[in-house]
Every structure is written in C-alpha cells, then in structure tokens.
C-alpha cells in the first residue's frame, strides 16, 4: 500500500509540472480585430517649371565675308587697296604680273586671225571650183566633156567642203585657247567681290604667291546676323519673323532687336540642340561682325492638366 500511495503522488507531481511547462509555451489568445492598414494617397508628379525667359550667346556674323585666295601662282606686282578700306564690288585691290599671260593671249589672238583669213581662202576656193563643177556638168550634157572630167570635178568641189570644216575646226580650237587664256589674265587681277570692308591684307608687294594662297580678307558690313543654338525642348517654341532681344556682354546698356530669319527644321542628335539665325534690324550701333551677344528669348508658360 505504501508503493502504491508513493506512485500515485509521483504521478501528481509530474502532471502539474507538464501543465505549468505547456502554459508558458502558449501564447495568449484574443479576439480582438488588427487594426486596418492605412495607405498614403500617391504623390502627383511636380509640372516642369520652365524660366520665363532663356539667354543664350551666339556669334555676330553676316551674310558676305570671305577670304579672297590666288586662282594662279605669280608675282604680286601692285597692291591697290589696303585694311581698313572700303571697297565697291569690283573694285581692282591687287594686281600679279601678267606679262606672260600678255604674250601667250597676243599669239593666240593672232592665230585666230591666221585660222581666220585661211577659213575665207579655203571658202573661196569652194566657190571656184563649184563654179568649175557646174560647168562641166553643163558641157557633159552637150557632150563636149568626158564622164571623168566630170566626175573629176565633182570630187575636187566635194574635197574642198571637207577642208573648210577642218579649218572651221581649227578656228574652233584657236578660239577656245584664246577665251582660257583671257580667263588666266582675269586671274592676274584680284578684285573685290562685293560691296565691303578690307579686314586683313595678306600680301605684300614683290611676293610669289602659289594657287590657294591667301590675298585679303573682305566682308560686308550689313545685314549683321546672329547664329546660336536651344536646346530640343525649345524646338517648336520659337518661329520665323519672331522678335528677339540682344545685348553684348561689352556693350552695357546697348540694346537691340533681332528678328528671327531662319530655324533649322532638324535637331542635331548627337548634341540634342537645334541652330537659329536671326537678323539684327534697325541701327547696329557698336556692334561689329565677330563679336559675341546673348539673344533673350521668352519662353511661354507650361500647359498644366487640371
């Protein structure tokens, strides 16, 4: 009995300590809902806030300036004109020695005469021996000539054509070595091409100068254009006949108006910006050609969806 009362306490101890073990382990239960989740409403994309006006710089340029190159190689013999002068179209500035070219143009020009004068000789003769032809032909139809007479005499006026063409061909030839000579004469005179300024003279008196070389630097003085680019953004933005504002950053307090002459149609990818061209209108003032100004462009408002 007493092994009996030992166990069955034993039993009772170790079924309290496994009911204490298991409710540690369990966590507490409730019926209470989790509180909802609260979503925050998605940010709206900010508009794209452009600036109400964009400056960008460009170049004052114009329409006519070129550096004038010799078309021959030769010995400049005169300067007639000189930096900073103005010159009309035309105007002779410098001059290389053509006594040369003279010579070889006088030949040639004699030649054309001698080729000339043969021409009417030959043309001439034609004529003879035409006359010649047909009095045979009428003295074979009377019977008083052979048939080789005849024939005889028609080949002969027949021959003849032939060298009058060769002499036109011949005159021909003359003539077009004559005109190529002129034209290398005209190449001895360095004149201005249009109406403008001598920048730079590149010469001097006595010089040999070869084919390319460079002689003067001439350009006009107006219309003065400004050349400048925008960005891709602006392509749309801006059109032709459109007024602009400019200002030099050397120029204080001098304003001017341009207006808008040119938009090229395509933007440059590899740059991602667009050329304009625009023309300075009214007085130039102190604005020269080569100078740097900023043109002020108005950008309109953003469109913003509602």
Avoid at 18 to 26: A, D
Avoid at 207 to 212: E, L, P, S, W
Avoid at 226 to 239: A, C, D, N, V
């Amino acid at each position: 009995m007493r092994r009996l009362f030992m166990l069955a306490g034993l039993s009772g101890v170790l079924l309290v300590a496994g009911c204490g073990e298991e409710s540690k382990s369990t966590p507490g239960v409730t019926n209470a809902a989790p509180a909802p989740t609260v979503s925050k409403p998605a940010a709206k994309p900010a508009p794209e806030i452009l600036q109400s006006e964009i400056s960008v710089s460009g170049p004052i340029i114009v329409e006519h300036q070129v550096e004038l190159t010799a078309q021959r190689d030769g010995i400049v013999e005169k300067i007639y004109a000189d930096a900073p002068a103005r010159v009309k179209a035309g105007r002779l500035l410098a001059q290389l020695d053509d006594r040369q070219i003279t010579a070889n143009l006088e030949a040639a020009r004699a030649k054309t005469r001698s080729i000339a004068a043969d021409l009417k000789n030959w043309e001439s003769e034609a004529e003879v021996l035409k006359a010649d032809y047909g009095r045979q032909k009428n003295l074979f139809d009377l019977g008083l000539t052979s048939q080789e007479q005849l024939q005889h005499a028609k080949y002969k006026a027949e021959s003849d054509q032939w060298d009058i063409k060769r002499v036109k061909e011949n005159l021909n030839t003359a003539q077009q070595e004559e005109q190529s000579l002129e034209l290398e004469l005209e190449k001895t005179k360095i004149m201005a091409p249009f109406e403008g300024l001598i920048a730079r003279r590149y010469i001097r008196e006595g010089q040999n100068v070869a084919k390319g070389d460079r002689l003067f630097w001439v350009t006009a003085e107006a219309p003065l254009l400004i050349r400048f680019t925008l960005p891709e953004k602006m392509f749309g933005k801006i059109r032709t006949g459109q007024t602009l504002e400019l200002t030099s950053p050397d120029l204080a307090g001098e304003k001017h108006s341009a207006r808008v002459k040119q938009v090229s149609p395509v933007v440059d990818p590899s740059s991602g910006t667009f050329e304009v061209l625009a023309e300075i209108t009214g007085a130039p003032g102190s604005l020269r050609p080569g100078m740097t100004a900023d043109a002020h462009i108005k950008n309109p408002p953003p469109e913003i969806n509602k």
